[in-house]
């Protein structure tokens, strides 16, 4: 009996990718019950990692944005518009 070897979790992009596309299946209605549960299962696994991933990140800038005195410098995030540079 060949031994199931652990895969590795899915990146942030590519569940939340699979995870559009469950919702898109469970959107559609046409689904057995047992299919619709158990996509809403594999659903709920791959929002918890994707929140995990998130959760994660947000960790690792605050982090990054430490001053020297340990004390986390937050400032607002605003976006730079590409589109006029593109002009």
């Known amino acids: ?5 652990p895969t590795e979790p899915p990146s942030y992009e590519a569940a939340l ?5 469950i919702v898109q299946q ?3 209605e046409s ?10 299962e594999r659903g709920m696994t791959l929002a918890r990692l994707c929140r995990e991933r998130l959760t994660a990140a947000e960790q690792r800038i605050e982090t990054i944005l430490k001053g020297a ?6 400032a607002p995030f ?3 518009d590409d589109a006029d540079a593109d002009e």
């Open 69 to 74: 005195d340990g004390n986390v410098v937050i």
């Open 17 to 21: 990718a699979e995870l559009e596309r």
């Open 31 to 40: 689904l057995p019950l047992e299919a619709s549960l158990d996509l809403f």
């Open 1 to 5: 009996m060949p031994v199931k070897t």
């Open 26 to 28: 469970m959107e559609d």
């Open 78 to 80: 605003t976006p730079t």
